[in-house]
């Protein structure tokens, strides 16, 4: 990465980090206080509260959102601390979990659904990468594959290592892409800054009828 | 619910005074510090079956804290919390003696399990940050 390309993503990533650990102090108070109030509306005293079942269930709205926040928090913050190092040991499970969590918004849009299908032959598998550049690489793999697969549709990741690399497998349903599509996401990849990222990354991509393949070498 | 005396360690007073009084609700004596010296003064003078301690705050750290707590009152089990971005902190303040750590906002039956794991002196369950 350039330095000074570099320096703007360790600024943004300290930025967003300290927010997200504000933030999630904020959440603390609020769920602590909604459980304070479900604590009293469940006191005996409080049988007779007028619409104690109404705020009862409010509050457990409350307490569902603040989980679903705290988890997109924790995840923008472990994002964000992806940019205090150009050259860190990456576990995939983690990226993709992260990659999971922070695409969501954008696959809600077109209705489509993410799982991660798991970890080929081991449960560790890490690649010494830099880590925005690869969450970069396979943010753009996912959004070019969710442009092309139907509205509703379901996409996996599976992930891997083999001899001297890892892959990571991003797919739509079995034969879903066709010509066109393959044909699209592909030029994505052909673009000038994506294709500096694959160099800068030791990445391979290849891209078929049901999905992205993305390798990383080791020895790149 | 055990009648345990716990001592609460959070500059985040708001967050800190709630659990408070949910933790009395369920039968526990709570003492809350809002920094580290009041703190360490509490330990001293009064008696506790558990601390509760947020690793991040400001002035004295969570885990410096945690150090002289442990130098000044070994058997009282230490429980902490942090932030999502603040594992290594957990796993740091383990080596340092604490009995397990928690990440905010915690769930109120986790915390009470934990310090229910830690007064009676059984192992830790994973948590690891919940």
């Known amino acids: 990465m350039q330095e000074h390309v570099r320096d703007d993503a360790a600024f943004m990533g300290k930025i967003t980090a300290g927010a997200t650990h504000e933030l999630k102090n904020v959440f603390a108070i609020v769920g602590e206080s909604a459980g304070l109030l479900e604590d009293l509306l469940q006191a005996p005293s409080s049988r007779d509260f007028p619409h104690r079942e109404r705020f009862l269930k409010a509050l457990t709205s409350i307490r569902d959102q603040v989980r679903r926040g705290t988890h997109i928090l924790t995840q923008l913050n472990r994002f964000a601390h992806g940019a205090d190092s150009d050259a860190a040991a990456v576990r995939l499970r983690d990226m993709v979990e992260n990659l999971k969590a922070l695409s969501d918004r954008f696959l809600r849009q077109k209705a489509l659904s993410l799982t991660f299908s798991g970890t080929q032959g081991a449960d560790e598998v890490t690649i010494q990468a830099c880590p925005v550049s690869l969450q970069r690489l396979l943010f753009t793999g996912l959004m070019a594959l969710a442009q092309e697969v139907p509205q509703g549709g379901s996409l996996s990741i599976h992930t891997g290592a083999e001899a001297d690399g890892v892959w990571c497998r991003l797919s739509g349903q079995a034969g879903v892409l066709d010509e066109a599509a393959v044909g699209a996401i592909r030029r994505c990849f052909e673009e000038e800054d994506v294709a500096a990222l694959l160099q800068a990354l030791s990445a391979t991509v290849s891209v078929q009828g049901d999905g992205v393949l993305v390798r990383l070498s080791r020895s790149g | ?130």
């Open chain 2, 1 to 130: 619910m055990e009648m345990f005396r716990v001592l609460l360690v959070d500059d985040e007073r708001e967050f800190v005074t709630t659990l408070g009084e949910r933790l009395e609700i369920r039968g526990l004596t709570v003492r809350i510090a809002y920094d580290g010296p009041e703190a360490l003064q509490a330990l001293e003078a009064e008696p506790f079956d558990v601390v509760v301690l947020d690793v991040r705050m400001p002035g004295l750290s969570g885990l410096e804290i945690l150090k002289r707590m442990k130098t000044s009152r070994p058997d009282v089990p230490i429980i902490l919390l942090t932030g999502h971005s603040a594992t290594r902190d957990g796993i740091e303040g383990m080596r340092l003696g604490a009995f397990d750590y928690l990440m905010k906002p915690i769930d109120i039956d986790r915390l009470l399990e934990k310090m229910r794991e830690a007064v009676l002196g059984r192992t830790s369950t994973p948590a690891g940050g919940d």
